[in-house]
């Protein structure tokens, strides 16, 4: 018995000592995790940048940023902000500045990207809008809207089966925006409805399907793969009552889909 407690004993530390390390190399790799970086310049949504000329089509605009924790080296991320074609990319840089070469009267999105060599895990920044002004115009293009929610692969609850869209727009000319929402299932580029055009607030309530899957039983004798009966086919409830034989075997699954997508349960089997 004596002998029995002492292994037990030394077992017990063995697993306290393990866990201990475990929790040690966690802490190891969140340490190592590079942090967003801060974005200093050019300002967000600066309407009027106007860089050192280059030429008359180009201006040398400097990039900033603080210094992030846990970082080694940054990648500068430029893109044309109303097309969303990335313009230029600046990897690996270990300073926090960077001078950039760009067209003059265009409107540009950036962000700074942190990296360690330890970890693959990154830092990503905020994403900031500036005009590069150049010859002057009658009007130019409003910066891209930022989208506040809901977040990017969010989960949302609804209220009452509806949803609050909001955003942030901002225009260089500073003058008053329209908005145009496009919400759908498919691509986010369908026809919007037509309450939602040309509105001037940047949040709007939509009423959104709750429950969009829909069912079909497999119910048969054989494997539970045989063809199923009309009546159980795309149906929306999540249970059904089905006539079935005395003393027989029937194997069932259920098929969901979602109007792209499908997936199949394991197939189940009951006596009766």
Request: charged fraction near 30%; proline fraction near 4%.
């Amino acid at each position: 018995m004596k002998k029995l407690i002492n292994i037990i004993g030394v077992l017990l530390l063995i697993a306290i000592i393990s866990c201990d390390k475990e929790d040690d190399t966690i802490i190891e790799e969140e340490a190592m995790i590079p942090k967003d970086a801060f974005l200093i310049a050019p300002l967000k949504d600066q309407t009027c940048e106007e860089g050192i000329d280059v030429s008359d089509d180009l201006s040398e605009i400097t990039f900033e940023w603080d210094a992030s924790e846990n970082t080694e080296t940054y990648d500068l991320v430029i893109l044309d902000s109303e097309s969303g074609i990335e313009v230029a990319s600046f990897l690996n840089q270990r300073s926090t500045t960077k001078g950039v070469d760009l067209e003059k009267d265009k409107s540009y999105t950036w962000k700074v990207i942190s990296k360690n060599s330890e970890t693959t895990e990154i830092g990503t920044s905020e994403s900031w809008n500036f005009f590069l002004v150049g010859d002057p115009q009658s009007n130019y293009a409003p910066f891209p809207a930022e989208i506040i929610k809901p977040e990017q692969s969010s989960s949302v609850e609804l209220s009452e089966g509806k949803v609050t869209l909001e955003w942030r727009g901002a225009d260089p000319d500073e003058n008053e925006l329209t908005y145009t929402v496009y919400l759908d299932k498919i691509d986010g580029e369908q026809e919007p409805k037509e309450d939602l055009q040309n509105i001037s607030e940047t949040s709007v309530e939509v009423e959104v399907d709750e429950n969009e899957l829909t069912y079909t039983v497999y119910l048969d004798k054989i494997d539970g793969e045989q063809e199923p009966k009309e009546d159980l086919q795309n149906i929306s409830e999540t249970s059904v009552e089905v006539e079935v034989d005395e003393n027989e075997i029937y194997y069932w699954r259920v098929k969901s889909s979602d109007g792209q997508n499908s997936s199949y349960s394991p197939v189940h089997y009951f006596k009766t």
